[in-house]
Nanobody, 123 residues
Framework: VQLLASGGGLVQAGGFLRLSCAAS????????MGWFRQVPGKEREFVAVIMWSGGSTYYADSVKGRFTISRDNAKNTVYLQMNSLKPEDTAVYYC?????????????????WGQGTLVTVSS
């Protein structure tokens, strides 16, 4: 699976962005898809995950109620709608695919990673 993330940019606090992750290669619909983010000098942290069917999602506490993950298996794409952005959301955002059941939040469960897209939230 090849993953290509896009949609990052510069936005003011309180604004919104929608990230996209286009997948190609193996059957996209059989993978759980997650978003992670990383700030320089810190570990990559979990943001959100969606099951292969799209029926279940899970979020980090820091983004719950502000971010929404969704997927369109017909388009082989997963999205991260980010609302009410805060300066602390500034990071490089990565999408990833996990060939496992459930809603994995640990990086070790993910088999494929996109290249990352930078989100900068100004105060």
């Amino acid at each position: 699976v090849q993953l290509l993330a896009s949609g990052g940019g510069l936005v003011q606090a309180g604004g919104f962005l929608r990230l996209s992750c286009a997948a190609s290669g193996r059957t996209f619909s059989s993978y759980a898809m997650g978003w992670f983010r990383q700030v320089p000098g810190k570990e990559r942290e979990f943001v959100a995950v969606i099951m292969w069917s799209g029926g279940s999602t899970y979020y980090a506490d820091s983004v719950k109620g502000r971010f929404t993950i969704s997927r369109d298996n017909a388009k082989n794409t997963v999205y991260l709608q980010m609302n009410s952005l805060k300066p602390e959301d500034t990071a490089v955002y990565y999408c990833a695919a996990a060939g496992t059941t459930g809603l994995p939040i640990a990086r070790a469960f993910y088999d494929y990673w996109g290249q990352g897209t930078l989100v900068t939230v100004s105060s």
